[in-house]
């Protein structure tokens, strides 16, 4: 069963301040006020300690979940209806239209702390494939915040795999890609935007956690930058952030670089 549809349960980690709704200046509301639908709101839970062991950090960080409120409601909604039809192999049905992001809270961030915002891979971040770069920049990530003295936020954003287009049609680009495409002309192959990425929730997260306080953004993509500042975060510090090049993604990062990464060819030959 899970957890948060509870009610009982609900109540309680409310009670225990472990259940809280943020608004999208990241200010605390009254978790029990519907929001209207035109509004943005997002619930977080935690936090909850979780001990790391990734081949360059071995840490504890604290973790939170984090849902938009409008989600939530879609699929409480959807429990009700399963409940009431009966057999528990029913609620996998729950886990396809609920997008859990997280914040992993590495450290004791003080000023300027480190921030990384990182698109979920599959292939990359859990079967540690070399076709990209996202693994070991995971992994990197949260090294470099673990050590740096200002700590930092990791934002794990669950809806990015293949820049927004999801895991089904990042196959199909992978297949076009063999046959001669470049990541970018893949997507465009498909009908599919370059880059359809929504950065609105992570920067609703750095807002809670950080404030509208300067911090050092883990990215070599300019355009993160740009969104992240479009919504109202403007004192931002662009860090390079370049790992895991390998034979197998020269191409992927090469087209990155043309695409308008911060990306020079020392950074991708020097194997």
Request: proline fraction near 5%; charged fraction near 25%; hydrophobic fraction near 40%.
């Amino acid at each position: 069963m899970f957890t948060y549809l509870n009610p009982e349960v609900r109540k309680r980690l409310i009670a225990e301040g472990k259940l809280v709704r943020i608004d999208e200046q990241g200010q605390l509301i009254d978790v029990h006020t519907p929001e209207a639908p035109d509004e943005l709101a997002i619930n977080l839970l935690g936090p909850i300690p979780l001990p790391i062991d990734l081949p360059s950090a071995k840490v504890t960080v604290n973790w939170y979940a984090a849902v938009r409120s409008t989600e939530l409601t879609q699929v409480d909604t959807l429990a009700r209806d399963l409940s009431a039809r009966g057999g528990q192999h029913l609620f996998s049905h729950l886990v396809s239209p609920l997008a859990v992001n997280s914040v992993l809270v590495i450290g004791e961030p003080t000023e300027n702390p480190l921030v990384r915002v990182h698109s979920n891979c599959l292939t990359g971040d859990v079967f540690g494939s070399q076709r990209c770069d996202c693994g070991p920049q995971l992994d990197s990530a949260i090294a470099r915040i673990q050590g740096d003295p200002s700590g930092g936020f990791l934002v794990y954003m669950a809806g990015h795999e293949g820049r927004g287009i999801g895991l089904w049609a990042k196959a199909a680009t992978y297949l076009l890609q063999d046959a001669g495409e470049d990541t970018y002309e893949a997507n465009r192959s498909l009908g599919l935007p370059d880059d359809s990425r929504d950065f609105t929730d992570a920067a609703v997260l750095i807002k809670h956690f950080v404030g509208n306080e300067a911090f050092r953004l883990l990215t070599n993509n300019p355009k993160k930058v740009t969104d992240l500042t479009d919504f109202g975060l403007d004192q931002i510090t662009q860090e390079k952030h370049v790992f895991g090049v390998s034979e197998w993604n020269k191409r992927y990062l090469q087209a990155k670089q043309g695409w308008g990464h911060r990306l020079n060819d020392d950074d991708i030959e020097g194997l």
